[in-house]
């Protein structure tokens, strides 16, 4: 159970962002990516991790935003 946890800095490393980048999505709620807390420290799971990056991943559809084909 514990080596699928991640530290921020191993976190942000997967995700290509900064560790303070975490530390506001977790601070402002922007992104509802689940954090454990361990004291002062924020762990983040691996499967979390996945299922934020399959939650974000979009196509481009060739679509203009009126709908029509660009």
Do not use: C
Request: avoid cysteine; hydrophobic fraction near 35%; charged fraction near 15%.
């Amino acid at each position: 159970m514990q080596s699928d946890l991640f530290s921020r800095s191993a976190a942000a490393q997967y995700l290509g962002v900064k560790p303070q980048t975490l530390a506001v999505w977790f601070s402002t709620g922007r992104y509802s990516l689940p954090v454990i807390k361990v004291g002062r420290y924020a762990k983040y799971r691996l499967s979390d991790l996945q299922a934020f990056l399959q939650a974000n991943t979009f196509s481009h559809s060739g679509s203009t935003q009126s709908g029509e084909s660009a």
